[in-house]
């Protein structure tokens, strides 16, 4: 072979290599960044907060970081502006969006809430008539105004029965066991924090076991992430399957993960969970599917879409079609 040649074969194979290993630092840069899911501090996220700390991500070639808020109201935006990945939301937050024209969809149903939601109240308060003329304090345009919503629409009341205070979940523990608010709306660990702070103060009204399926828990990702990152996606869902299932083999463990997570005792968590109900996985696509009760999005989806237009948050109704993809429940379910 000529000498010319030789050289010429070396220099491309080097600029090949150099090329390649340009090529692969990118592919791990990119591999190495982590993937931010929005989240707030919940009971039913249980198997996230566990697959986080056991690293259950890795399994599948990913990397995940949750990044929390204080509001569960900045979830959407944070989502819309790409400032996260995907975010765990409300289902009724997803029928707003999408009414609103953006392509959110959820992929996964993650719990519903079977107490863990409630309307928490004074000694005097006896039944949710009695808000009547009343300060409420709840987070608005989030669950809780919408467990509001719904409780007054059922004791022939509305919004304007009651003297409404805006104010965060986590603030109404505060505001009530100092004797300034006889009714707040929240979740868990606040409710539990009223109640056992307060002792035979206060007492739970109304809660999410009164509208079973209503507020409901779901992954939601931009259609644009669903179309770029179909892997991705299905990975985390693997990972969320896998937390579940350690949740079920290591209960002690698993309580300790979430209770740092959440800020409250392994007790404390295995007390909450039974405000939850973490869909099994066998059971996901059901969510999905046209059904006659609440657990399934059509029905549920309804109710809350009508509740969301009538006080004015939402123009139109939305197909329950442009508020799902289930491709990667059903993958998940074989």
């Known amino acids: 072979m000529p000498l010319d040649l030789k050289k010429a074969l070396r220099s491309l194979c080097a600029a090949t290599c150099v090329l390649a290993s340009a090529l692969s630092g990118i592919a791990a840069a990119d591999a190495a960044t982590p993937l931010k899911i929005g989240t707030v501090v ?51 937050q997803v029928v707003g969006s999408v009414a609103k024209g953006l392509s959110e969809k959820v992929v996964m149903p993650i719990d519903f809430s079977n107490g863990g939601d409630a309307i928490v109240a004074s000694a005097d308060v006896k039944k949710v008539a009695d808000f009547k003329g009343k300060k409420v304090a709840f987070n608005p345009l989030s669950p809780s105004e919408f467990l509001l919503a719904y409780a007054l629409q059922t004791s022939g009341m509305s919004d304007k029965d009651i003297s409404a205070v805006n104010m965060t979940p986590e603030a109404i523990p505060g505001a009530m066991l100092s004797g300034s608010l006889p009714v707040g709306v929240t979740y868990e660990p606040n409710v539990s924090q009223i109640l056992n702070s307060g002792k035979s103060r206060f007492h739970v009204v109304y809660s999410s076991r009164n509208a ?25 869902l693997q990972a969320y399957a896998d937390g579940m299932a350690y949740m079920k083999s290591h209960p ?47 029905t549920s989806g309804a109710v809350i879409a009508g509740l969301l237009q009538k006080k004015g948050q939402i123009s139109a109704i939305p197909p329950t079609e442009k508020t799902i993809d289930a491709q990667f429940v059903n993958q998940l379910a074989r």
């Open 42 to 92: 919940w009971i039913g996220y249980g198997p996230f907060y566990v697959a986080e700390a056991l690293d259950l991500y890795k399994k599948y070639g990913l990397s995940v970081k949750l990044q929390f808020f204080t509001d569960p109201g900045l979830l959407p935006a944070a989502l819309t502006s790409h400032a996260v990945d995907g975010a765990m939301l409300t289902y009724d």
């Open 212 to 236: 079973p399926g209503l507020i409901a828990d779901v992954l939601v990702f931009d259609q644009s992430f669903i179309d770029a990152h179909p892997a991705e996606v299905k990975g985390i």
């Open 252 to 298: 002690d463990d698993a309580a300790k993960i979430i209770a740092k997570a959440l800020g409250v005792s392994p007790q404390d968590v295995k007390a909450q969970l039974d405000g939850v109900y973490n869909i099994p996985v066998a059971e996901m696509p059901q969510s999905f599917v046209k059904g006659p009760t609440t657990r399934s999005y059509y």
